[in-house]
């Protein structure tokens, strides 16, 4: 079985790029457009990892990561950003929240690929 992959980031577009990008390698991609979103779709389904944008309306992607890692089912679930931030202050936000990756945006198909592998295969 594919593992299941959740895409969280307020742009419909972006998502779906991700969305053709982790299908045609067979993955199953389910997607949310906000931070809250993504929480609730977390909850409810069975994800092995989670990508998400940092802003987005609603809930940020910094408020989710700490959300989804304050709840035992999501503790060792892998989170990447995809943002289009790239400041160090930021980065290191992120991964005391418990993000497992970042990568910035616009994103290579082929290299969200490569860290999509790379993460579940830990």
């Given amino acids: ?17 991700i969305k053709i990008a982790l299908t045609g390698e067979g993955y199953a991609v389910s997607e949310a457009p906000d931070g809250q979103a993504g929480v ?7 994800f092995q990892l989670i990508i998400t944008d940092l802003n987005m309306p609603v809930m940020d992607g910094l408020t989710m990561i700490r959300t989804l890692r304050g709840k035992p089912k999501h503790a060792g679930v892998p989170i990447i950003f995809l943002t289009t931030e790239s400041d160090a202050d930021i980065k290191a936000q992120a991964k005391a929240a418990g993000a497992t990756g970042w990568l910035t945006k616009p994103f290579n198909p082929d290299q969200l690929i490569t860290v999509v592998k790379k993460v579940l295969a830990k």
């Fill in 1 to 17: 079985m594919s593992a299941s992959i959740l895409t969280v980031d307020d742009s419909a577009s972006l998502r779906q790029a």
């Fill in 40 to 46: 609730s779709a977390a909850d409810a389904g069975d």
